[in-house]
């Protein structure tokens, strides 16, 4: 139970955030902490209950933060079934290989969101290139922090 209220609590405080930042001057550059929960959760949360807690933080955060719906469902469950379906041939264990599996999978995200997004609305390449960089470094930090209290007992 303590585990749910964290993942819930985590995203009302994000999506917050997520919607003031487009009024920063460099708002490109961003980390998305919901895109980095979703792919702890592709490490660590089996299917089918993964699925659809993804599925759930995505509509909130597309429902609070883009006006095209279905920007950010696809993307998020086809990298968390990527993470989940690869699992038994490929090796996740270790800060390295995840921070590795953020990058590759972020630019697969974005990459995605760069084909569903209207002609003239994406955002340039080189904000690509540090919003992955910023995602990747941010690894570290975030997945410690949910290793803490996601893997905790709920006792």
């Known amino acids: 139970m303590r585990r749910i209220f964290f ?3 985590f995203v009302v405080i994000v999506l917050p955030l997520s919607v003031s930042l487009p009024y920063f001057p460099f708002r490109q550059l961003r980390v998305n902490p919901c895109w980095l929960l979703v792919l702890y959760l592709g490490f660590m ?4 209950w993964g699925g659809l807690v993804v599925m759930g933080i995505a509509l909130l955060q597309e429902t609070v933060t883009t006006s095209i719906h279905g920007v950010l469902v696809l993307p998020y469950l086809s990298c968390y079934l990527v993470l989940r379906l690869a699992r038994t041939h490929l090796i996740f264990e270790g800060l390295q290989v995840q921070v590795f599996w953020v990058l590759a ?5 974005k990459l ?3 084909g569903m997004l209207p002609h003239g609305t994406t955002p340039p390449w080189w904000a690509l290139v ?3 960089a910023l995602q990747a470094l941010m690894v570290p930090i975030l997945f410690s922090w949910f290793d803490r209290y996601l893997r905790e007992s709920d006792a």
């Open 105 to 109: 999978l972020t630019v697969l995200e």
């Open 7 to 9: 993942v819930l609590g």
């Open 130 to 132: 540090v919003e992955v």
């Open 112 to 114: 995605f969101e760069r």
């Open 45 to 48: 949360l089996e299917l089918p």
